[in-house]
């Protein structure tokens, strides 16, 4: 078992847990939450220097640049998977190798204005998306080959708002850690 430490660093909101129930209110947090991402992260990083961001929010983790850059590649794919969801009926989606792309040059070195501009769009049309859902759409599946596991629309809406939060979360854990 990890200790609770590293455990903290790994998950510093916790891991994601799903509701009983996907509530309108629920859904309505979570894509109000998605919307506002962007606007977020921006906040904590747009100040950072060429240091700070090549800084791993824990020992052999990601630098906060890999985190941002992470994230847009992560919430695309979340944005594609979802259309096709509502597009094809119940299609096995493309799996992607995240530790992969994160040491991909972009990934390593970029620097992070343009993905954080990328966010913004990326972020408004999964909003403006999950805004429009009906609630047939909500239940509409795809296959994650990972796991051969269905999830339904209205899942991908809440583990996407929590992944959000918990990479900006790594940022700020850090930058508390470090006194930035």
């Known amino acids: 078992m990890e200790n609770t430490a590293s455990e903290k660093l790994r998950y510093p909101i916790g891991k994601f847990i799903a509701p009983e129930i996907y509530s309108n209110d629920y859904l309505n947090t979570k894509i109000t939450e998605i919307a506002s991402f962007p606007e977020r992260l921006k906040k904590e990083v747009v100040s950072l220097n060429e240091e700070q961001l090549n800084t791993p929010y824990r ?89 051969n596991k269905e999830y339904k629309i209205k899942e991908v809406i809440g583990t996407y708002a929590w992944h959000g939060n918990h990479h900006l979360a790594h940022i700020t854990e850090l930058k508390k850690l470090k006194g930035w």
């Open 59 to 147: 020992e052999n983790g990601w630098t906060v640049r890999q985190v941002i850059h992470h994230c847009a590649d992560s919430h695309m794919n979340c944005f594609i998977r979802i259309k096709w969801a509502l597009t094809e009926d119940k299609p096995t989606i493309k799996f992607y190798h995240e530790d992969r792309w994160s040491e991909l040059h972009d990934n390593l070195t970029m620097p992070i204005q343009p993905t954080l501009s990328f966010l913004e769009g990326l972020h408004f049309r999964l909003a403006y998306l999950m805004n429009s859902l009906s609630e047939a759409d909500l239940e509409k599946t795809f296959i994650h080959p990972e796991n």
